[in-house]
């Protein structure tokens, strides 16, 4: 994953080592027809508003306003007709940056009352969207990472009512770009998203309500993939990895400590997992073969299921309603397990 430095944050620095920190803004545009609007209130400490913009037609609209505090709003703009907004109202520690190199990116950053949040958006390429929302929120931390696009990238992340949550997503993508990905954490502790999608036409969404301590690593690559998750839940893991094109992963996780992995190496592969009972382990893994399918239910507790298949068209379909340890591997072409 390629990580960005904002010339910001090199000029935030700066500004600190000379200890000019407080109520400061520094503005520089090269080309022409750009706007910048910033706003900082008189109760912000040890502010910093810094905007570069290179390109023409360039719109960035910082504001600092309310109780920011150590607070710190960057922008940096390369290209043309690109679009940055930041705002930060009650929050104590907190940053946000956005570097787009590329024209006709977009990108916004709102932080409410949130205490050690930091947000940052970097986009290289044309017609990206990102948008992070952290509102009621404590030591939160969200990174968009969008870069090489021939087509638009969107990616949506929303943090409410948390504690100590983080999320991270990053697309990377070729061909027709058109990938999307969408994170949510409302209400928990010490959740963590994590989203990384390579390829063409991928979809993601992860939610994460009212549970804490909830864990969710996704990766696609090729594409077009599709793969949602959602945990409610406690304690809850999953995993998926998507590696060629048309595979659907969905994952949900209402119980408490459940770990779910899914692998799907080939295509148009399908892998439902439910987990509605406590410290269930469920593992799906296909590959070799295209178009198989597996369904698990685990409504109980203590219960692990390992599905394998490399081969073609088989089908997995298991429900578990008590205890049990199930393992099945079909090698081959058009097989079918079903349990009960």
């Known amino acids: 994953m390629k990580k960005y430095t904002p010339i910001a944050a090199g000029i935030f620095l700066a500004i600190a080592a000379s200890g000019t920190l407080a109520q400061t803004i520094i503005v520089n545009q090269a080309g022409m027809g750009n706007a910048v609007a910033p706003t900082v209130d008189a109760t912000v400490t040890n502010s910093a508003i810094v905007v570069t913009q290179n390109g023409d037609v360039n719109v960035s609209v910082p504001q600092q306003t ?18 940055a907004n930041s705002v930060q109202n009650t929050v104590f520690l907190s940053s946000a940056l956005v570097t787009q190199v590329g024209d006709m990116n977009l990108a916004g950053t709102s ?19 990102a948008q992070i929302n952290q509102f009621v929120v404590l030591g939160n931390s969200a990174t968009v990472n969008q870069e090489m696009v021939a087509g638009p990238n969107f990616a949506e992340v929303n943090q409410s009512f948390g504690v100590g949550n983080s999320t991270v997503v990053s697309q990377k993508s070729g061909g027709s770009g058109l990938n999307s990905a969408t994170t949510t954490q409302i209400g928990g502790f010490f959740n963590s998203i994590d989203v990384y999608q390579q390829g063409r036409g991928q979809l993601a969404t992860v939610s994460q309500i009212g549970g804490s301590g909830n864990t969710s690593n996704s990766f696609q690559k090729i594409g077009p993939n599709t793969l949602s998750v959602a945990q409610s839940g406690n304690g809850n893991t999953s995993d998926i990895e998507q590696y060629w094109e048309f595979n659907l992963a969905v994952v949900n996780q209402s119980g408490n400590n ?83």
């Open 111 to 129: 932080q409410t009352a949130a205490i050690g949040s930091s947000a940052s958006i970097a986009q290289n390429g044309t017609l990206q969207s």
């Open 66 to 83: 309310g109780l920011t505090s150590f607070g710190l709003i960057g922008h940096t703009q390369t290209g043309d007709a690109n679009i």
């Open 258 to 340: 459940n770990e779910s992995f899914i692998e799907q190496l080939t295509k148009s592969n399908v892998a439902q997992v439910a987990q509605s009972g406590n410290t269930n382990s469920s593992t799906v893994s296909q590959f070799g073969g295209d178009a198989n399918m597996t369904f698990i239910t685990q409504n109980t507790d203590n219960a692990t299921m390992e599905a394998i298949q490399n081969g073609n068209m088989n089908v997995i379909n298991v429900t578990q309603n008590f205890a049990s340890n199930i393992s099945v591997t079909q090698n081959g072409d058009g097989h079918m397990f079903m349990f009960p």
